[in-house]
């Protein structure tokens, strides 16, 4: 359980991870506890004006997602223009993921709301419950109970006493009070008789019938007294048993009551504890319910993934121009419809591309080396000759000049009976090189077999190649080994799409 340090401490995480201002609430409490001790509560001023209720709103706004500019993220060379249908797939890729972190982050959010304005109301209605403790809300019932049972007992007794009167003033013999035995049968006879009596020493003729008159009225009278009395005793008896039934269960319920104030007490403490605990793992770093924390990472995630999504649309666009004259308009989007604009963009470049696509053709086109020249020795322990040979392309090879390259493979002419390996320095606009630290970026060829009619080769070095302009002096050396046959000349096939 929770003690007192504790709770604050969870409190204060509250403060912190969900900017629940804690001073403000506890202000407001105090407000109350003012009025309250005072007696200056107005309800509806509380109810409606909110007096009681300090809140501006601000820290329940959810962070926008968007928080630079387009212009903020520069062209990054190192992602290749020409490398646009790579560029463009990743782009798209970045794009869905941040539509998925963004709707992420909307699920979030409304997570995040909805669990901070709950443990602010948490935290207020627990310090209102604590002044009902105060002002004795679980003890209540039971004083009630105890006041009830004071109650009955006061009436059940002035119950009993009024019917001991009536049975006493109907009991044969009763003494001990001026009322005692006056309804009984020998005190109504008494005072049949005595009326008759003095009726007829009253009277001074026909006393004999005034005596007899007066003695019948006397005792109808006498009989309709007794029996209204009868009737009043048996009411008596009835009002006290329910007083006493009434006292009986008044009792009971005060007993329990009195130990209904632990109960209470108890449910309410483990209602508490149970609210401190969600409260606390709410608040825990690192906790998977931490909504708060969990929206700020996912925030982050959006961010990074858009600047990615922003490099590659900045050399999409370039490389849709260099490389197909596609020019699709795009302007800086404005911070908060960056993703939203973008999407859009890449979906118009899509469709453009697709149409442009559909006018091109990949042919393969083959040159043949100039002379082949031998000298040293090379590869493995030396023991492998160095061939040296060039390629030129120009106009008189490849007809288009727009063409752009998709890939090269090598064969050989000759009656070589090993398998030759090649190493080749392209021209610089036909492919993408790697900085060597001053060395030459070659590329190697592996494996080079003898030129066949089937043509069962495939483009090698494809991405390092994608859209270069072939055009230009193409060196090539190599290795083989002369005792194995002859080498008259190297092939080299190109790969390439023309409109």
């Not at 005596?211 to 009989?223: F, I, V």
Request: hydrophobic share 40%.
């Amino acid at each position: 359980m929770a003690n007192s340090s504790q709770i604050d401490a969870i409190r204060a995480r509250i403060r912190d991870t969900y900017n629940v201002d804690l001073s403000a609430i506890v202000e407001d409490d105090n407000k109350i506890r003012r009025k309250i001790g005072d007696d200056t509560v107005v309800p509806i001023e509380i109810y409606e004006d909110g007096t009681s209720y300090s809140y501006n709103g601000s820290s329940a706004v959810v962070p926008d997602l968007e928080t630079f500019s387009f212009g903020d993220v520069a062209l990054d060379q190192r992602l290749y223009t020409r490398r646009v249908e790579q560029n463009l797939e990743e782009a798209l890729r970045f794009s869905q993921s941040c539509l998925e972190v963004r709707q992420t982050y909307m699920e979030l959010a409304k997570l995040r709301n909805d669990t901070r304005f709950k443990l602010e109301e948490f935290i207020r209605l627990d310090l209102i419950h604590l002044q009902e403790v105060a002002a004795k809300l679980y003890e209540l019932p039971w004083l009630e109970a105890v006041d009830e049972v004071g109650a009955l007992t006061s009436a059940s007794a002035e119950g009993q006493s009024r019917q001991d009167v009536v049975t006493s003033m109907m009991a044969e013999g009763g003494t001990g009070t001026a009322y005692s035995g006056i309804l009984s049968n020998k005190s109504v006879d008494a005072y049949i008789s005595t009326a008759a009596q003095l009726a007829q020493d009253s009277a001074s003729f026909n006393q004999a019938a005034i005596e007899a008159g007066t003695k019948a009225e006397t005792t109808y009278r006498a009989g309709f007294d007794l029996a209204t009395w009868i009737v009043a005793l048996a009411s008596t008896k009835g009002e006290l048993a329910q007083l006493q039934g009434r006292l009986a269960s008044a009792k009971r319920k005060a007993d329990y009551l009195k130990k209904d104030k632990g109960f209470r007490s108890h449910r309410a403490a483990v209602s508490r504890q149970i609210a401190y605990a969600q409260a606390d793992e709410l608040t825990r770093s690192h906790s998977i319910i931490n909504y708060n924390e969990r929206l700020n990472s996912s925030g982050d995630l959006f961010r990074r993934y858009l600047r990615c999504l922003i490099e590659r649309v900045l050399v999409v666009k370039m490389g849709l121009k260099d490389s197909y004259k596609l020019d699709i308009p795009l302007s800086n989007p404005p911070t908060g419809d960056i993703l939203d604009l973008l999407s859009t963009w890449l979906v118009d470049v899509q469709n453009e591309l697709s149409k442009y696509k559909r006018s091109q053709r990949t042919v393969v086109r083959s040159v043949k080396s100039k002379a082949i020249t031998v000298s040293g020795k090379g590869g493995f322990g030396g023991a492998l000759d160095i061939l040296h040979t060039e390629f030129t392309i120009d106009t008189s090879t490849i007809p288009d000049p727009n063409s752009l390259l998709r890939g090269i493979a090598f064969e050989y002419v000759g009656n070589q009976q090993n398998p030759i390996s090649l190493t080749a320095l392209p021209p610089a606009g036909a492919y993408i090189p790697v900085d060597r630290g001053g060395s030459p970026d070659t590329l190697q060829f592996g494996r080079v077999f003898p030129l066949t009619a089937a043509l069962d080769l495939k483009p090698q070095h494809a991405d390092v190649f994608w859209n270069g302009n072939p055009s230009g002096d193409w060196k090539v050396d190599g290795l083989f080994e002369q005792n194995a046959g002859t080498l008259d000349a190297i092939v080299m096939h190109l790969w390439l799409a023309e409109l």
